[in-house]
């Protein structure tokens, strides 16, 4: 089910199916990515409780839970409920079940709010721990947007710019989609703040900037239009796209694929939260249209 929430700057709408957005719309511009099952299904998926990937999928924690799960985890495939549908702002909610116990042992509830800030987007993510021991999990966005936006414009028409000069960066190995610390190469902006986009960036894998100092991206046409994304809860941001794909995903995460350098203990990757037991814990981002 679909919920549409505006004002007179934007219209947003979301749905329950993964509990993510569908479009923003500004000024008659639709900015999000729509999806081609022939490049990319996807859209803004929800990552938890990981962002990126396991080693084989797999992990344990330190009390010697198993956990299996896909890339990205299981919110993306879970069917939300509507809890809160007003004129701007709503509320999706997925609880834990059977289903996803199977694959995360932890009941959970974690709540998607999208509520509309004048001419900016935010979105929060709240994951309450609804069990009795302590919870380990990573939660971020994957916000893909078009590009280009504007009929008539070229995929290298556009950058992305940064808020401040960003250092190495690492990718993920195509075959494992795990991420290679040990080798890391230089941010393909070179020193200045802007990246370039052409399809070829991204015939290898996504850049991951885990040693970030930015905490706000704008992706940016020539003829002035683009989208700025605000995220200072969030540690890490990666940039995707694929060759043949229309979009450019800015992806604002508080965790990563399972390193080179960490073992399979959920608790011992980068960024991990661990949520005591009733405690909620939020994490926001702003998209903004421009």
Request: proline share 6%.
């Given at each position: 089910?679909?919920?549409?929430?505006?004002?007179?700057?934007?219209?947003?709408?979301?749905?329950?199916?993964?509990?993510?957005?569908?479009?923003?719309?500004?000024?008659?511009?639709?900015?999000?990515?729509?999806?081609?099952?022939?490049?990319?299904?996807?859209?803004?998926?929800?990552?938890?409780?990981?962002?990126?990937?396991?080693?084989?999928?797999?992990?344990?924690?330190?009390?010697?839970?198993?956990?299996?799960?896909?890339?990205?985890?299981?919110?993306?495939?879970?069917?939300?409920?509507?809890?809160?549908?007003?004129?701007?702002?709503?509320?999706?909610?997925?609880?834990?079940?059977?289903?996803?116990l199977a694959q995360y042992p932890f009941d959970f509830a974690l709540e998607a709010r999208?509520?509309?800030?004048?001419?900016?987007?935010?979105?929060?993510?709240?994951?309450?721990?609804?069990?009795?021991?302590?919870?380990?999990?990573?939660?971020?966005?994957?916000?893909?947007?078009?590009?280009?936006?504007?009929?008539?414009?070229?995929?290298?028409?556009?950058?992305?710019?940064?808020?401040?000069?960003?250092?190495?960066?690492?990718?993920?190995?195509?075959?494992?989609?795990?991420?290679?610390?040990?080798?890391?190469?230089?941010?393909?902006?070179?020193?200045?703040?802007?990246?370039?986009?052409?399809?070829?960036l991204f015939d290898f894998a996504e850049t991951i900037y885990d040693e970030l100092e930015?905490?706000?991206?704008?992706?940016?046409?020539?003829?002035?239009?683009?989208?700025?994304?605000?995220?200072?809860?969030?540690?890490?941001?990666?940039?995707?796209?694929?060759?043949?794909?229309?979009?450019?995903?800015?992806?604002?995460?508080?965790?990563?694929?399972?390193?080179?350098?960490?073992?399979?203990?959920?608790?011992?990757?980068?960024?991990?939260?661990?949520?005591?037991?009733?405690?909620?814990?939020?994490?926001?981002?702003?998209?903004?249209?421009?």
């Amino acid at each position: 089910m679909k919920t549409t929430i505006s004002n007179d700057a934007l219209s947003v709408t979301v749905t329950t199916e993964g509990g993510s957005l569908t479009s923003v719309q500004a000024g008659g511009r639709e900015y999000l990515w729509q999806p081609d099952p022939a490049v990319w299904t996807g859209q803004a998926p929800i990552c938890f409780p990981i962002c990126g990937g396991l080693r084989d999928g797999r992990a344990v924690t330190e009390s010697g839970k198993k956990v299996e799960l896909a890339r990205h985890g299981l919110a993306k495939s879970s069917e939300f409920e509507t809890v809160v549908a007003e004129a701007d702002h709503a509320v999706l909610r997925l609880e834990s079940s059977e289903e996803t116990l199977a694959q995360y042992p932890f009941d959970f509830a974690l709540e998607a709010r999208y509520a509309l800030e004048g001419a900016k987007l935010r979105v929060t993510y709240a994951v309450t721990n609804t069990g009795a021991e302590p919870m380990p999990f990573f939660i971020g966005g994957h916000p893909a947007f078009r590009c280009p936006i504007e009929d008539g414009e070229a995929y290298d028409d556009y950058l992305v710019r940064f808020e401040k000069p960003e250092g190495d960066v690492c990718t993920a190995v195509p075959s494992t989609g795990l991420i290679d610390v040990e080798h890391r190469g230089a941010a393909p902006q070179g020193d200045g703040l802007e990246l370039p986009l052409t399809h070829g960036l991204f015939d290898f894998a996504e850049t991951i900037y885990d040693e970030l100092e930015s905490r706000k991206v704008e992706l940016a046409g020539k003829a002035g239009h683009g989208v700025r994304v605000e995220f200072a809860d969030f540690p890490y941001l990666v940039v995707w796209s694929k060759p043949i794909g229309d979009f450019v995903a800015l992806e604002p995460w508080g965790g990563l694929s399972t390193c080179s350098d960490e073992d399979d203990v959920l608790e011992h990757k980068r960024g991990c939260i661990v949520a005591a037991p009733g405690q909620t814990v939020e994490r926001s981002f702003t998209v903004e249209p421009f």
